[in-house]
């Protein structure tokens, strides 16, 4: 069955960097473009990046761009998401998912950016 598993997340202050893994398993991930939402407390669910299959695409939300990048390891299974000058709005829950998503997604992990 589909599995993503995301890890990465922690705690950081207001200008740090972080990055998040997703593990994709039970699809043919080197055949599927991905996105990484995020929902931070009592917000809903907000899409931040997506990828091509291939990788040569990218896009992102306002919020994010210039700071972000998303990328991905097909030989690995594997999508990322580079986060640098991270800021407290940015504390939340990251998730990954096919296409726009939002469904599937894993568990999440959780980013807190806090001085």
């Known amino acids: 069955q589909v599995q993503l598993v995301e890890s990465g997340g922690g705690s950081v202050q207001p200008g740090g960097s972080l990055r998040l893994s997703c593990a994709a398993s039970?699809?043919?991930?080197?055949?599927?473009?991905m996105s990484w939402l995020r929902q931070a407390p009592g917000k809903g669910l907000e899409w931040i990046s997506y990828?091509?299959?291939?990788?040569?695409?990218?896009s992102y939300a306002a919020s994010v761009k210039g700071r972000f990048t998303i990328s991905r390891d097909n030989a690995k299974n594997t999508l990322f998401l580079q986060m640098n000058r991270l800021k407290f709005e940015d504390s939340a829950f990251y998730y990954c998912?096919?296409?726009?998503?939002?469904?599937?997604r894993g568990q999440g992990t959780q980013v807190t950016v806090s001085s």
């Open positions: 039970g699809f043919t991930f080197g055949n599927s473009s």
């Open positions: 998912t096919y296409g726009f998503g939002p469904a599937p």
């Open positions: 990828i091509t299959s291939d990788g040569s695409t990218t």
